[in-house]
């Protein structure tokens, strides 16, 4: 077999790699580039996210927590203090990809153990490239509970956005629930199952309205006109905007479960970012948002400038029990209390999937953006269903459901740990025979831990395959994020994934992401290089899924990675490995 396409794209890889590195030195040595320090208190505190008080994560007392804002180039160190009394704790910073730095993931179990109460762990790592991130709690279902906010990266010094405008407004959107997370993860793991079931409300930058609305007073029904004081937590955050000027929306989403799509009245939207990759512009009324995805928008504020608008969220994907997130597009010098005279736009149906997926299907890559090898090493198949343990109910890949190990998987893997995990690798691909438009013919699962081993440097295709859940005519949407890379995003299709679908991925310009969506009863075909070593989640984005066991593990070389600080690994089996000081 000849190898040399393989080396060549090694050493593409190698010489791109090499490129980011001398230009971050480059910039150091300028003085340009910053090292930019935050302290971060986790603790938790009383907040009214939709008028009903509850207790909330916050971050330095505030919810959601501090924006991190940096340039490309900089190193960004945050110093996390655990003020919880009874938890654990980490972050993840979603969408850096941690170059060199698996240990800074903040995923815990695999790349850290969790930041017992009372310690601190600092977080160091470069932000490579500009874009709109934000970042989230990664331990039990901490996100749900309120810890997350925005992380913001700039264009380096002397660089200048592929687009023009004259401002920018920053939306973080989330859904709230009144149950706490804790009555939550017991009833996702009770036999009978509990449901979280929808959520109260829908928050944009942590910010909505329960049992009331805005925009009551255009209904008939007997909705209450929200009657919101000055000052209050729940109020919303107000979009100020001048007339006949360019604004851009950086728009991400920390949601626990709810699919969204955000639409502002009277008003187009250009997209032209997807989650820190720039994409092929291009115009649309409304947009759908997964969990864990990012974009950024364009709008010309170039309607009647004696109105106000309307900025809704709304839910798609599941059937709505929760009202739209609404704020206003105030046009100045208008009064911000003046209300549209037009009600909030309506969202799509909530089963209108041809929507979403014509949305989806429009974004490209921007012209001149990198283009993904044309051959891939290895194939992984990931077939997503539902299933029962002992019955309990769970989701599962190939048939396996992820149990996280209590020795993080990056200590592991480096010190050769090989009694803290399955050793079996996980199944590449699942029986030709499985029907994946009808409830599982054995619902039977079993857990596990094992990892997909992946070659570093090699080119890997996902192929994502949705199916029905227990019950039958179900199948759910599923936003599944990758830790450590981006990927190509080069295809999606319906029913199972043939051979015949092959010739229809997209080599020319498909989007670079670290989230994708598989449509229900549908596919998603992803390739990527295995290029930063380390031990990476790659997981359904929805909390409670996750926390039900739908994700892998891949090690890329995992056993390489150097400079682990001892803090990351200090319990488990790698725990008793510093204390007898065998670490390094």
Known sequence: MDSSPRQARGLRALIARSLIILSVLAGTALGRNQVRHYNFDVEYIFGAP??????????????????????????????????????????????????????????????????????TFTYRFLVDKPGTFF??????????????GSLIVDVADGEREPFHYDGELNLLLSDWWHQSVHEQEVGLSSSPFRWIGEPQSLLINGRGQYNCSLAAHYSNSSTNQCNLKGGEKCAPQILHVQPKKSYRLRIA??????????????????????????????????????????????????????????????????????????????????????????????????????????????????MGSPKPPKFYDRRITLLNTQNKINGYIKWAINNVSLALPSTPYLGSVKFLLNHTYDQTSPPENFPSNYDVMNPPANPNTTSGSGVYRLNYNTTVDVILQ???????????????????????????????????????????????????????????????????????????????????????????????????????????????????????
């Open 50 to 119: 939709d008028c009903n008080e509850h207790v909330v994560m916050g971050i330095n007392g505030q919810f959601p927590g501090p924006t991190i804002r940096a340039k490309a180039g900089d190193t960004v160190v945050v110093h996390l203090t655990n003020k919880l009394y009874t938890e654990g704790v980490v972050i993840h910073w979603h969408g850096i990809r941690q170059l060199g730095t698996p240990w800074a993931d903040g995923t815990a179990s695999i790349s850290q153990c969790a930041i017992n109460p009372g310690e």
């Open 135 to 148: 970042y989230h709690g990664h331990y039990g279902m901490q996100r749900s509970a309120g810890l997350y």
């Open 253 to 366: 989403s920390t949601t626990a479960l709810a699919s969204l799509n955000l639409a502002i009245g009277k008003h187009k939207m250009v997209v032209v970012e997807a989650d820190g990759n720039y994409v092929q512009p291009f115009a649309v009324d409304d947009l759908d948002i997964y969990s864990g995805e990012s974009y950024s928008v364009l709008i010309t504020t170039d309607q009647n400038p004696k109105n106000n608008y309307w900025l809704s969220i709304g839910v798609r994907g599941r059937k709505p029990n929760t009202p739209q997130g609404l704020t206003l597009l105030n046009y100045l010098p208008n009064s911000a209390s003046k209300l549209p005279i037009s009600p909030p736009p309506v969202t799509p149906q909530w089963n209108d999937y041809n929507h979403s997926k014509s949305f989806s299907k429009r974004i490209f890559a921007r």
């Open 466 to 584: 949705n199916a029905n859940a227990l019950a039958a005519n179900v199948s759910e949407i599923h936003p599944w994020h990758l830790h450590g890379h981006d990927f190509w995003v080069l295809g999606y299709g319906e029913g199972k994934f043939s051979s015949e679908d092959e010739r229809k991925l997209n080599l020319k310009n498909p989007p670079l992401r670290n989230t994708a969506v598989i449509f229900p009863y549908g596919w998603t075909a992803l390739r990527f290089i295995a290029d930063n070593r380390g031990v990476w989640a790659f997981h359904c984005h929805i909390e409670p899924h996750l926390h039900m066991g739908m994700g892998v593990i891949f090690d890329i070389d995992g056993r390489n990675v150097k400079g682990i600080p001892n803090e990351a690994l200090a319990c488990g089996a790698t725990g008793r490995l510093s204390v007898n000081g065998m670490h390094h």
